[in-house]
Nanobody
């Protein structure tokens, strides 16, 4: 059974850091793309970053230089290191996956989703 489980969310002050994890079970992430998405209250789900099966990465402009996506094949986990957090980063963060080359930050492109983890940035 394909399953993704996010963890690592929490409450942090502006300028702080969090590392989100997206752990896969039931399959190997080696041949899969992973996307990170977030959804703030009252807003649509937004794609923010993705990593291909060959570890090429993509970021939207608002997180470039602050967030880093990475893959640990031994742990079958993808991470999103978030530094310099801002109030506007507050959202539920989701990871999603799909087998194949390339990656997208379009929700409909992905086949499997995690349950989400809450990130709150507040002073």
């Amino acid at each position: 059974q394909v399953q993704l489980v996010e963890s690592g969310g929490g409450l942090v002050q502006p300028g702080g850091s969090l590392r989100l994890s997206c752990a896969a079970s039931g399959f190997s992430l080696d041949d899969y793309a992973i996307g990170w998405f977030r959804q703030a209250p009252g807003k649509e789900r937004e794609g923010i970053s993705c990593i291909t099966s060959k570890d090429n990465t993509y970021y939207i402009d608002s997180i470039k230089g602050r967030f880093t996506i990475s893959r640990d094949k031994a742990q079958n986990t993808v991470y999103l290191q978030m530094n310099g957090l801002k109030v506007e980063d507050t959202a539920v963060y989701y990871c999603a996956t799909r087998r194949g080359s390339g990656c997208r930050i379009i929700p409909g492109w992905y086949a499997y989703w995690g349950q989400g983890t809450q990130v709150a940035v507040s002073s």
